[in-house]
């Protein structure tokens, strides 16, 4: 079982209430971090899973309909908060990272695609058959901005299906063992967004980065539910359940590996990268 380093950190951040993140929770705002991780592989290198937001964000929703998309989600993203300028304090560059994982498509895990000429990048086929073509207000409903997706996107993706899923991880059901050494295994995160992934490292710790499948600890630990407004904005409400007590149960047989929501700020604090 080949080990991996993990580092997180994140690429600007929005605005939300608690409230919907938790439901009867208060009216408070809180900050929803955009993290991403950057794993490196003693043999395949420097790996990203997710990007965070750029500034491109705002260059994109200039302009009806994604102007409604700015309007909805206040989002904050400097230059130096970028994941690439990021990377490079610490000597990595843009070529230098292999692969991107990319959760889902909406815009705060994709914004930094097109920074990383080299990388491959790696989703679920069923996560991009989702968003594939769409454009306008279809794109919109999805949460996704074609423009921040590379024009040669196909042709650098593995596109992951768990039809053929061989290995099953107890508790977190089929899984893609992307490197087949153990070190990063992919899992079904369905519901917030169709087809998202998550995923199983092993670093110095067993470590389970769930994306969007929770928003907040309490949502996994206490299988305390978002308020139902946010269906709204969800691919599946019943399929978003059902991944949230998957990681719940996973949560209750595995409690030595650290789980991270992408944006829940009581579990990155500790976590992240701060320049
Ligand atoms: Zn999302």
New binding site residues.
């Given amino acids: 079982m080949t080990a991996v380093k993990f580092n997180l950190a994140s690429a600007g951040y929005c605005e939300a209430k608690r409230s919907h993140a938790l439901s009867k929770a208060s009216n408070q705002t809180i900050k929803f971090y955009a993290t991403y991780a950057h794993i490196e592989h003693p043999i395949h290198g420097h790996i990203l899973f997710d990007t965070g937001y750029t500034r491109r964000f705002y260059e994109f929703t200039k302009k009806y309909p994604f102007k409604i998309y700015a309007r909805v989600t206040k989002v904050y993203v400097n230059e130096e908060d970028e994941a690439k300028n990021v990377l490079k304090t610490k000597g990595i560059y843009p070529n230098d990272i292999k692969f991107i994982i990319i959760?889902?498509f909406?815009a705060?895990?994709i914004g930094g695609l097109r920074d990383f000429p080299n990388a491959e990048f790696i989703c679920s086929d069923v996560a991009f058959q989702d968003v594939r073509g769409r454009k306008g207000f279809f794109a919109l409903k999805k949460?996704f901005i074609p423009s921040l997706m590379p024009e040669e996107f196909q042709s650098r993706t593995k596109f992951l299906s768990f039809d053929t899923s061989t290995k099953e991880v107890d508790g977190l059901g089929p899984v893609i063992d992307l490197f087949n050494d153990e070190s990063i295994l992919i899992c079904q995160l369905d519901g917030?967004?169709k087809g998202?992934i998550g995923a199983l490292l092993n670093a110095d710790k067993k470590i389970l980065l769930i994306?969007?499948a929770a928003w907040l600890k309490e949502n996994y630990a206490d299988l305390h539910l978002p308020n139902p407004i946010v269906r709204l904005?969800f691919d599946s409400w019943s399929d978003f359940k059902k991944s949230l007590h998957k990681v719940h149960t996973y949560h209750k047989t595995h409690p030595e590996t650290l789980i991270i929501p992408?944006h829940c700020e009581e579990t990155i604090n500790e976590l992240i990268y701060r320049k």
């Fill in positions: 959760s889902h909406h705060d895990h949460g917030h967004a998202q994306s969007d904005f992408c």
